[in-house]
């Protein structure tokens, strides 16, 4: 069994009366790539920013690599790159003296790499040595991605990091992440709402919901065993299932239940009367798993 890179224990957070995160408890071994979904405001960047330490939680313990989130050694925090919602890039300084600036910092930097980003990602010309508070939003996001890659993290945390960045942007990101990153058995988590590009690349999908990680799993397996089912509800009253994610009653009196099936449950359910029985959609799944 793979090593555990992050694990999470009952983190509470609030924000006055609000509470964001209700008991979150998250263990993510090495190499694991994991899509982080949820609705607006479900408290993702919160999450993220507790789990590194950057955000005290009111209770709980988050550690990384075995150390505690809020005290990590420098070794550790060498292996950590970050890619915040909103970058906070030097404004000031060029994208070559920004990065110049974090080379000292860490002893993996890739300086190879770096370059061939740089060129790649639309800093050949020019931009590489204009003002940083003078590019547009996804040149800043850009920037701020080589600099997370830059020292070949081992954990690299991303929190909708390409939320900014055009179609192409987009491509070369994934391309990336995918050829350069996930290769080299790094642990992935990112948070996004573009699901076609979680499809992509995440290897499984985590839902924040009512403050916890309601629901884990490879997001193949998931989209191949979540299925909806629905019936009146004297049909599925009986109905118990092994694996179900949830069962909820509309108005008019009609039931839902999401479970995940193998392919012979899904088979038999088919065949009795008065159930319709879907595979989902990841929009589908997100609607359902988020409600
Ligand atoms: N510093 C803060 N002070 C007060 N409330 C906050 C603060 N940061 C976040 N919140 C609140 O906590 C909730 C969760 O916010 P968070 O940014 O973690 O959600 P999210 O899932 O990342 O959302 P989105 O998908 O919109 O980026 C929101 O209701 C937000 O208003």
Redesign the pocket.
Known sequence: MKPSIVNIANLHKS??S?Q?LQGVNWDIAQGKVIGLL????????????CLLGL?EADSGASTLFGQPATALGDQVRAAIGYVP?KSELFEWLTPVQMLDYFKVLYPRWNADKVAGLLERWGFAGEARHTQIGRLSGGEKQRLSIIRALAHDPALLVL??PVASLDPVGRRDFLHELVDGVIERDTTVIF?T?ILSDLERVALDVAF?QGGKITLQAPLDELLESAHRITGTAAALARLQFRDEIRRQQDRSGGVSILARLNGQEAADLRAGPDLRVETLSLEDLFVEVTK
């Open positions: 924000f006055g609000q964001v949820g609705r607006n405001g479900a408290g993702k960047s919160t999450l993220l920013e955000r919602q929190d909708e948070s709402h924040l």
